[in-house]
């Protein structure tokens, strides 16, 4: 076989496909918008909506492999698609991490940390939830959030109405606002007969709910606790019976890792790994998807730091292209405030 399907068109779809093109696979890539920044990239491109039956019996009619690059796509579709096309991760995994509630029982069971939290359904469950977990906490709708979208912290009781306004009401959960030194995550790829390598951890530092930088290698509080988030995200993969990339989230809190949230993709805080890394996530994702051996980790470099251009910081890109050791990306999208629109990679020597 040797065209992969991928659903989803923005910069991780267009930088798998890349990843694709150098091992020779041919990329279909099935998006909703016409301005897809993957279909750059792709081989080829349907602009469709998801739900289309028709759409996904021709992607499964002309790929031999399905991914995606975003967990918030309907399970629905995946699972059609699944029942005529072998589709990486499998719809099982992508179901748990779409649900925060979910995520956390799952995490839990399986011997993880995590912060405090309640299910909220109404606003009568939100001061419910205060009383038990207390503030500061963060309230987050159940589904469908991403950097830092439908979310609100609380820092008393009194706000309890304008936090659950301010969600739309919808399902949440509450949790207790964790006390972390860092935040870090431990990105990972396992093939179906169960081979898996994973990536040194990232210290990750966010700005605004988005993250704004991750740096290798960590510091020593994060490298305290790798081996024990790392042993936790392979539980997780392997419990899923995962194939292709995954990334945990974690914070590095006083009593070791706190697990965050998990993301069933190609992560942000793993960009790095295209220059900093002998193999990048990207490769590593279509070559577990693919069943070929999966590929080193390692630096390429002492250090390794990478910085999310956000809204109008892309403009500075001629200063970027003028330092050495600098590996600019642009995403071609169009500039909305707070929208990730590239990275740099700098590869230092020290
Ligand atoms: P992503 O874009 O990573 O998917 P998201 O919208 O799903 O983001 P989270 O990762 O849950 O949101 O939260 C965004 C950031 O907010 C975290 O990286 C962390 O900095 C902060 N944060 C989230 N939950 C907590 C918590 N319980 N305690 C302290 N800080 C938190
Ligand atoms: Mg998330
Ligand atoms: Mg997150």
Same mark, same amino acid.
């Given at each position: 076989?040797?065209?992969?399907?991928?659903?989803?068109?923005?910069?991780?779809?267009?930088?798998?496909?890349?990843?694709?093109?150098?091992?020779?696979?041919?990329?279909?890539?099935?998006?909703?918008?016409?301005?897809?920044?993957?279909?750059?990239?792709?081989?080829?491109?349907?602009?469709?909506?998801?739900?289309?039956?028709?759409?996904?019996?021709?992607?499964?009619?002309?790929?031999?492999?399905?991914?995606?690059?975003?967990?918030?796509?309907?399970?629905?579709?995946?699972?059609?698609?699944?029942?005529?096309?072998?589709?990486?991760?499998?719809?099982?995994?992508?179901?748990?991490?779409?649900?925060? /509630? @979910?995520?956390?029982?799952?995490?839990?069971?399986?011997?993880?940390?995590?912060?405090?939290?309640? &299910?909220?359904?109404?606003?009568?469950?939100?001061?419910? /939830?205060?009383?038990?977990?207390?503030?500061?906490?963060?309230?987050?709708?159940?589904?469908?959030?991403?950097?830092?979208?439908?979310?609100?912290?609380?820092?008393?009781?009194? @706000?309890?109405?304008?936090?659950?306004? /301010?969600?739309?009401?919808?399902?949440?959960?509450?949790?207790?606002?964790?006390?972390?030194?860092?935040?870090?995550?431990?990105?990972?790829?396992?093939?179906?007969?169960?081979?898996?390598?994973?990536?040194?951890?990232?210290?990750? @530092?966010?700005?605004?709910?988005?993250?704004?930088?991750?740096?290798?290698?960590?510091?020593?509080?994060?490298?305290?606790?790798?081996?024990?988030?790392?042993?936790?995200?392979?539980?997780?993969?392997?419990?899923?019976?995962?194939?292709?990339?995954?990334?945990?989230?974690?914070?590095?809190?006083?009593?070791?890792?706190?697990?965050?949230?998990?993301?069933?993709?190609?992560?942000?805080?793993?960009?790095?790994?295209?220059?900093?890394?002998?193999?990048?996530?990207?490769?590593?994702?279509?070559?577990?998807?693919?069943?070929?051996?999966?590929?080193?980790?390692?630096?390429?470099?002492?250090?390794?730091?990478?910085?999310?251009?956000?809204?109008?910081?892309?403009?500075?890109?001629?200063?970027?292209?003028?330092?050495?050791?600098?590996?600019?990306?642009?995403?071609? &999208?169009?500039?909305?405030?707070?929208? &990730?629109?590239?990275?740099?990679?700098?590869?230092?020597?020290?």
């Amino acid at each position: 076989g040797s065209t992969i399907g991928i659903l989803g068109g923005g910069q991780l779809g267009r930088m798998l496909a890349a990843a694709a093109a150098q091992l020779g696979y041919r990329t279909h890539v099935l998006a909703p918008d016409a301005e897809s920044v993957a279909a750059q990239t792709a081989s080829s491109f349907t602009r469709a909506d998801y739900h289309s039956r028709i759409v996904l019996d021709e992607l499964a009619a002309i790929t031999d492999v399905v991914t995606y690059e975003f967990e918030n796509i309907a399970l629905d579709p995946i699972v059609y698609l699944a029942a005529k096309v072998p589709v990486h991760p499998a719809p099982a995994a992508l179901g748990v991490a779409q649900d925060r /509630a @979910e995520e956390k029982s799952f995490v839990a069971e399986l011997g993880g940390r995590t912060a405090p939290w309640a &299910k909220v359904e109404s606003l009568d469950d939100l001061r419910a /939830a205060i009383t038990t977990i207390g503030t500061p906490a963060i309230l987050k709708t159940l589904r469908l959030g991403y950097d830092g979208k439908g979310q609100v912290r609380l820092h008393s009781a009194d @706000e309890a109405e304008a936090a659950w306004n /301010a969600i739309g009401g919808r399902p949440a959960i509450l949790e207790g606002f964790v006390s972390f030194s860092h935040e870090f995550s431990i990105i990972l790829a396992r093939r179906s007969d169960g081979a898996m390598v994973s990536y040194p951890p990232p210290w990750n @530092e966010h700005k605004d709910g988005i993250l704004a930088r991750s740096s290798l290698p960590a510091p020593a509080e994060i490298a305290a606790q790798w081996g024990e988030a790392a042993a936790l995200a392979g539980r997780i993969a392997d419990r899923l019976g995962y194939v292709g990339v995954l990334a945990c989230e974690f914070f590095a809190g006083a009593d070791g890792p706190v697990f965050n949230e998990m993301a069933p993709r190609v992560h942000n805080s793993g960009h790095w790994s295209i220059e900093g890394a002998v193999t990048s996530q990207f490769e590593n994702h279509i070559r577990a998807i693919c069943g070929l051996p999966l590929g080193d980790t390692g630096l390429t470099a002492p250090s390794v730091v990478m910085d999310n251009l956000i809204g109008d910081e892309a403009n500075g890109w001629a200063e970027i292209l003028a330092e050495p050791g600098a590996h600019l990306h642009l995403y071609g &999208k169009e500039v909305r405030p707070g929208r &990730k629109m590239g990275h740099v990679t700098r590869i230092g020597r020290v």
